[in-house]
């Protein structure tokens, strides 16, 4: 009955609602809708693994993200993914709607699903939604209504519920689950026994989470009836205290922040910090930026920060992020021009009003209560505490806050800045510099403030002034610096002249007690004795060349910088001054009006566009993150892709592969494309990232915020592709590694190395009897050349000999053939003479045929023996006459080959007479000459030649003397056709 009485109290204790204080600065919200990452709505279940990507049960798979990229995994059936767990052997173990399995890594790093459903009876596989799963010990449970699967050693038993199971979860090291009958059961030795009855349970009651708070309890929320603490296996109610609070509203589920603080997750306002006795320190809901309030899932990363799985979209908060915005509704999205601690306030300068609020106890100023308050609207440009009286610049004139009032001081123009100026102990005295230059101020008493007048001809804005001794520095953007000397209020302007860099965008500070410009090319520093300005020797080393637009010193003696819109500082703490930006507020500062205001290492203002920023800069450089970085993606690019790696490595988690996995691939896929990322969530604007390809590269990259590399044409060989990160603190992670070949083209590989040796020995060979023969044959060339040229001496000489020899043989034959001509000439004047001696005779005989014809005629009967000797003495000579023709035919067959022989040879009825008239012919006789030897008339010859002519049978065509020249020869007439009469023929 005291058990029952301590719920009704406890109902009626529900009802009561309080209120909390919110602080004016706001944890950083990022929103993640489903067009964002590309899957369903809801996200039922979050998780995260060893290298730091996060997991999601979604209404249309398992969700990854790993800072940078977001990838679905469904399961087979398509179903809803209510729930998931990392199992000890790294496993991603699953539940879906009558759907059981794992997640894990294959050979090439894809993550592949593995369906556990074949392990459990066919007749229990309807089972519908799996709504919880704990990793207990070796053995993974899955809960759904009506069963619950426990999956040890490769096999499932089934656990069925009294009525229907509700809730499973692990209470301090004690797996428990809750039947709607039974009330809660814990597990032991395989068997579910009585942990806290029914009857001791609120009527309804429904559990959505078991969070540790403390070794031996644990903080329980539920669907309807608040939030209960159990030590042992007593429950007692857990209420909430602070902001509008209904304790009955339904929760959602809880994580464990840090030994002090808790997440409490809602279906309707969102999130809320409690510490350890209820008192509500956040809430985070639609109003400070979630996308909903109807929170599915809760969960607190490695990192400390706060991840929302939604009804609609997944939420991050950097719950531990050291930067805050200050930009509570009552700013009204103003700039933050100026900012200022004034005794026991905060006071605000922005862009519409001067605003307040009481500070608080805590040292981090982000904390203080959210009590802002209006003081006066309108464009405020500067707080300034001079002489302990809080000074305001405004567009309207210069006003003093006394007791949280306005007091006006000078509104005949508008003011920018106020600086002590350096005076005797009875004067106080303000340098202000307003729109029309530098105006001077006393301060009499504590009260009154009195107006001096204007210092120097100096005309024009003034709101960059500082105070060094004797002098006041102004400078002007886009006119120069200025020298005012206080006692003649002598001017002087410097230019790049006077050793600027440039005219433009010179700014006055004072760091360390000496007046500073910041320039476009670094910090310079003012030579007196030169009467110059040259670059800083102690800035330098740090800044370099750097742009520079604003410069702060802290309390610490760190020096606050912007540059390009990048708040940044320099941290003197160390023995080298270290150089940090802040990315994250890149952009996000008041540009050209840049303000800094640094109360101490827990507590640094910047202004911004809208509002202003809280670094709690200690925090800053605590929270530093082991970085970690690995390569989630690696594919090989040809007309296609192909993944070689996934991005998991083996069950260790490890990126480390054996040697044997280290893949080759072939040649014509040797372009490369790699993905990686750092899974640091609330600093992913400060991670850059730096690679080499061993093997190509010959060192690492330049540090870049891409996330993705590719390498295309790569040669054959080894080659470890090799990344890492760093933040902006300089902090580098270990190196992620990933091993492969590229193996060598078809004419590069051992087999054609092979062929190509043999080949190589072929043309060797081929080389060689190719030279071989070649030589060969040059040799036999050059043989045949001398064979050739000796061949041809030979010839030369043997043409020469020879030439020599026909010389000698024509001289001979000339000779001979002289010899032979006067031969043939001394036989024709032979044959000449004989045939004039026969001429003679003939004509002998024709004066003895006169002599006769004479006797006849003279009629003597008697004829004296003295005539008649004469006669016979005549014919006695013509017997010699017969003789000398048989010498003339021996003469002429000898002269002209036996010609008559060979005439009479072949005509055998050719007479003497016509025997001799061919001889005659053929010594080319005229037909005078023949007539006379042939004692014929001319006329006769002619009749004697065509007799001839006929008898021989010669064509009439054919030149008779040329007949018979061939005959003697032997051959046919050179030309019959030529028919001109010779010598013969006339």
Known sequence: MPLRFTYIVFSLLLRLTLFSQSYIAQREVVNYNKHQYNAGTQNWNIKQDDQGRLYFANNEGVLVFDGTYWKLYPLPNKTIVRSIVFGRDHRLYVGGQDEIGYFSPDKSGKLTYTSLNELIPEKERNFSDIWNIVSFGDDIFFRSTNKVFRYSNHTISINHPYSSWLFLGVLNDTLIVHDEQKGILYYENGIWKPFIEKQYLPPGFFITSITAFAPDSGLITTGKNGIFLVAGKQLRPFLLKGNTIDNTQNFSGSVTIDAEHFGISTYTNGIFIVDKKGQVLENISLKEGLQNSNIRSLFMDRDKNIWMGLDNGIDFVAYNNAIKQLNPAIFNGGGGYSLIQYRNSLYFALSNGIYETALPASRDLSYTPNNIRLLNGGQTWGLNNINNNLLVARDDGFYRIANNEMQTISAETGYWVFQSLPSPPEQKLIAAGNYNGVRIFEQVGNNQIIDKGILSTLTGSTRFLEIDGANIWV?????????????????????????????????????????????????????????????????????????????????????????????????????????????????????????????????????????????????????????????????????????????????????????????????????????????????????????????????????????????????????TF??????????????????????????????????????????????????????????????????????????????????????????????????????????????????????????????????????????????????????????????????????????????????????KEKFPDLKPHELKLCAYLRMNLSSKEIAQLMSISVRGVEISRYRLRKKLQIPTEVNLFQFLFDLQTGSAPANPENNEPGAGEV
């Open 475 to 719: 400078s002007h953007p886009y006119r120069g610096v200025y020298k005012i000397n206080r006692a003649n209020a002598a001017v002087k302007l410097y230019t790049h002249a006077e050793g600027l860099p440039s005219d433009l965008n010179n700014h006055v500070y004072k760091l360390k007690g000496r007046i500073v410009i910041a320039t476009e090319k670094g910090v310079y520093e003012y030579d007196s004795l030169k009467d110059r300005f040259l670059p800083s020797d102690f800035y330098k080393p740090i800044f370099g060349e750097t742009s520079l637009r604003y410069l702060k010193e802290g309390p610490q003696g760190n020096i606050w910088f912007v540059h390009e819109k990048t708040p940044g500082i320099v941290d003197f703490s160390t023995a080298k001054p270290s150089v940090f930006y802040l990315p994250e507020l890149k952009g996000r500062i008041l540009s050209g009006f840049e303000y800094i205001y640094p109360v101490d290492e827990n507590n640094v203002f910047i202004g911004g566009e809208t509002g202003f920023y809280h670094i709690n800069y200690q925090k800053y450089k605590e929270n530093i993150h082991p970085l970690s970085t690995y390569i989630r993606t690696v594919k090989s690019i040809s007309s296609t892709d192909s993944l070689l790696f996934g991005g998991y490595a083996n069950n260790t988690g490890s990126d480390n592969r054996a040697k044997e996995d280290i893949p080759a691939v072939s040649y014509r896929w040797n372009s490369f494309h790699f993905e990686y990322s750092s899974p640091l969530f609330e600093q992913q604007l400060n991670i850059e990232y730096s690679y080499l390809l061993k093997g190509f590269d010959e060192e690492w990259s330049e540090w870049t915020k891409k996330t993705e590399k590719d390498y295309t044409n790569l040669p054959a060989g080894n080659y």
């Open 722 to 903: 090799s990344v890492k990160a760093r933040n902006n603190l300089n902090n580098e992670s270990t190196v992620s590694s990933y091993s492969f070949t590229v193996l060598p083209p078809w004419y590069q590989s051992w087999w054609a190395r092979l062929f190509y040796l043999a080949l190589a020995i072929l043309l060797i060979f081929i080389a060689y009897k190719w030279q071989e023969r070649k030589h060969l044959k040059r040799e036999a060339i050059r043989f045949a050349e001398e064979r050739k040229k000796y061949e041809d001496e030979q010839k030369r000489i043997t043409y020469q000999h020879q030439l020599e020899l026909e010389k000698s043989e024509k001289e001979l034959i000339r000779v001979q053939n002289e010899k032979l001509e006067t031969e043939i000439e001394f036989k024709n004047s032979e044959l000449a003479s004989t045939a004039m001696n026969l001429v003679q005779k003939k004509e002998f005989i024709l004066k003895v045929k006169q002599e006769l014809q004479h006797f006849i005629r003279s009629g003597k009967e008697k004829i004296e023996t003295n005539e008649l000797k004469k006669v016979v003495h005549i014919l006695s000579d013509e017997e010699k006459l017969n003789e000398e023709w048989e010498q003339f035919s021996l003469h002429f067959n000898k002269v002209h080959g036996d010609f008559l022989i060979i005439l």
